[in-house]
Structure formats: structure tokens, C-alpha cells
């Protein structure tokens, strides 16, 4: 006997249901969420014209990689007169610490013994006349003459040996403590030169992405206002949001799994925020599921070398593995 065709149907229709019970998904749900990128506005805090920019929108670059050139005329200016000013201070201590020049003093030398040659020559002529005096020789205005110039030239070998002494000395005590701050004062200005010069040589100060720039070359570029940026891999981030019933199963330290159209297998993440109130779907999420729901935001951070398959903005699904 053969069965009407209401029945056939009714019977095809409880054979997909089944089937389609059979094959549905009964594992837990992911929760939605998003990437979202934390950029690095590199700026100078000096102004000038933009004279080279050395990155591309869509470049990686290593840290210490150079990013721009603003024009630095004034601080090369600023640096090599404070090199110079330092140079010159320190010049200036060395003399203080060891006196005078070996020349000067040689000079100085020399006219001790000279000196000293008068001296002796003066004491024997004295030596001669205080006999001839003695003697009925010669008067006494001639000896007192004689004396005086015994006593002249010993004067002068003294004053003579003191400023040899004198210029065998290194500077005060007093001199060398002002000239030594100096020389500090001087050391600041040129390490105040060479960062403002530096400041017109922006370097990444770590890996990472470019993701714009902002300025051409040729453009005036005011200070403090960003030229490049960045966006380091350790800045890229997911947040997800969880309803209620899910947050107990979640906390800061987990791993958990994150999938989207272009991570390939997925990659993980460290759950690093827990949002401890509540707040409304994002509409970055809606959805017919989820609209109007009540739901905590979670934080987390993918290894460096996973974040690189993340894009700020790209739609993203976790669970945990």
C-alpha cells in the first residue's frame, strides 16, 4: 500500500528537523568583540620644516629606526658653540691644576740665577770694602753704598725663589671651585644642545607599525604636533564583552582564544582587564541576539608576535580554549 503524499512530507520535514538538531552546535557561545590599537603619537617638542621623512604609511620599523627630520640649523649652531664653550672651561681648570707653563717657568729660573749671581757678586764686594774700611782705605759713605747692595740683591733672590715657588703651585683652592662649576654649567648647556638637536631627529622608541603620517615635506611643522604614528604590536588589544552569567568563568590572567576571517587558526590572549560594572552593547556588536543587553568589558592581549595578524576595528569572536 502506498502513502499519500501529505504523509511523505510530514516525514521529510521530521527527518531534517532531527537532522538539524543532530548537527547543531551545543558547545558555549563566543562572545563578540573587537580589536583596538593604542597609538603612538611620535611628535618633536621643537618646531620647524619637516626636511625628510623616513617612514611610509604601512611600514614596520625597529626601535631606534629614524622617523623624520625637522630643520635643525639653529640647534647644529646651538651645539657646536656649546661644545666649544665646554672646551674652553675645561682648558681653563687644567691650567688652574697645574700652574704655569714649563716655559714660564724656565724663564722665571733663569732670572733666579742671575740673580743670585748679583747677589753673590754683591756680598764678596761687601766682603772686600768692610777689610778696606778697616783698613783707612776707602770712606765710610763707600761701605754703606757696598751694604745696601748686598742686602738689595739677596732681597731679590728671595722675591725670586717665592714666585718660582708660587708658579710651580696649582690655582687657589677658591679659583678651581669656581672654575669647576664652570666647566659643570658648561657640560649642561652642551647636553642641553644635543637634546634639543635630537628633538628635531625623531628615532621609534620601539618596534611597531606606521599607520599614518601627518605632514609633507616642505611643511611647517609646529611643536608638539605628531608627524608619525605608530602602533607597537605590546599596544594591540581585544575587548570583548561578556553577559553576566559568563563573567564568573573569567578573570585577569586567563587565556583565552581569538578567532577572526583572517587570524588563519586563531591566536591567544591574556585576559589583562575585568570590567567590573556593567554596561550596554556596544554598537560596534549589535546584533538581533544581543541588542539592548547588559554585558561586562573584558581586556586582553595577544603575544607580540600573534598581534601582528590583528587590526584595530576588525570584528573579532573569543572563547575560552
Request: net charge neutral; hydrophobic share 40%.
Amino acid at each position: 500500500m502506498l502513502a499519500s503524499p501529505r504523509l511523505c512530507t510530514n516525514a521529510m520535514t521530521l527527518a531534517a528537523m532531527a537532522l538539524l538538531a543532530g548537527c547543531g552546535d551545543h558547545g558555549p557561545r563566543p562572545w563578540q568583540g573587537y580589536v583596538e590599537g593604542e597609538f603612538v603619537y611620535v611628535a618633536s617638542s621643537q618646531a620647524g620644516t619637516l626636511t625628510t621623512l623616513s617612514v611610509t604609511r604601512g611600514q614596520q620599523v625597529k626601535a631606534g629606526d629614524a622617523l623624520f627630520d625637522l630643520e635643525s640649523t639653529f640647534e647644529l649652531a646651538a651645539q657646536a658653540h656649546a661644545r666649544e664653550t665646554l672646551a674652553s672651561a675645561e682648558a681653563q681648570l687644567r691650567d688652574l691644576e697645574t700652574g704655569k707653563r714649563p716655559d714660564e717657568i724656565a724663564v722665571s729660573a733663569a732670572q733666579l740665577k742671575q740673580a743670585i749671581a748679583v747677589r753673590d757678586k754683591s756680598l764678596a764686594q761687601f766682603d772686600r770694602d768692610q777689610a778696606q774700611y778697616a783698613a783707612g782705605g776707602i770712606a765710610r759713605e763707600q761701605l754703606d753704598a757696598s751694604r745696601a747692595d748686598a742686602r738689595s740683591s739677596t732681597a731679590r733672590v728671595q722675591e725670586l725663589q717665592s714666585s718660582l715657588a708660587v708658579a710651580r703651585l696649582p690655582g687657589r683652592d677658591a679659583q678651581r671651585q669656581a672654575q669647576a662649576a664652570q666647566v659643570d654649567v658648561a657640560r649642561a648647556s652642551l647636553t642641553q644642545a644635543d637634546w634639543q638637536l635630537a628633538q628635531k631627529h625623531p628615532v621609534a622608541s620601539a618596534p611597531g607599525r606606521v599607520y599614518d603620517t601627518m605632514y609633507r615635506v616642505g611643511e611647517w611643522v609646529p611643536a608638539g604636533s605628531p608627524v608619525v604614528r605608530l602602533l607597537p604590536p605590546g599596544n594591540i588589544k581585544v575587548r570583548f564583552f561578556v553577559p553576566e552569567a559568563d563573567l564568573g568563568r573569567l578573570h585577569a590572567g586567563q587565556t583565552v582564544h581569538i578567532a577572526c576571517d583572517e587570524c588563519g587558526a586563531g591566536v591567544a590572549a591574556r585576559i589583562t582587564y575585568v570590567a567590573n560594572q556593567a554596561e550596554y552593547t556596544p554598537p560596534v556588536i549589535y546584533s538581533n541576539d544581543t541588542r539592548d543587553k547588559l554585558v561586562y568589558m573584558i581586556e586582553a592581549h595577544p603575544a607580540a608576535a600573534d598581534a601582528v595578524k590583528l587590526n584595530p576595528g576588525q570584528p573579532v569572536q573569543v572563547t575560552r580554549p
